[in-house]
């Protein structure tokens, strides 16, 4: 059942409320996702501050992928959006290859 407003400026509070809560637990989710992440990157001495900018060129998350799974990837050593793209690409082919399911239920 929908909660009933008495007049918009209600109902606009609160979805500025909602959508407030909703960046507060994004920001959580983030910074506690980069904390595990960290955890795993420092066995190969490396670091991410942003997670989102830290793992779009491809070379960290291969190396979160071979640090989680003990396995050697290659990748691309240039720094091009090809380079970045191709480095992404392997990350993901690998988590197709080991059929690991995404977040919404879904197999890559």
Known sequence: MWPSYQDEHEF???????MCCMDERDRVQKKTFTKWVN?????????INDLYEDL???????????????IKL?????RMRFHRLQNVQIALDFLK???????DGFWL
């Open 56 to 70: 779009r060129d491809g070379h960290n998350l291969i190396s979160l992928l071979e640090v989680l799974s003990g």
């Open 97 to 103: 290859q080991r059929q690991v399911r995404t977040f």
């Open 12 to 18: 606009n509070a609160h979805l500025v409320c909602r």
């Open 74 to 78: 290659p990748r691309e050593k240039g």
């Open 39 to 47: 955890k795993h990157l420092m066995k190969v001495r490396k670091h």
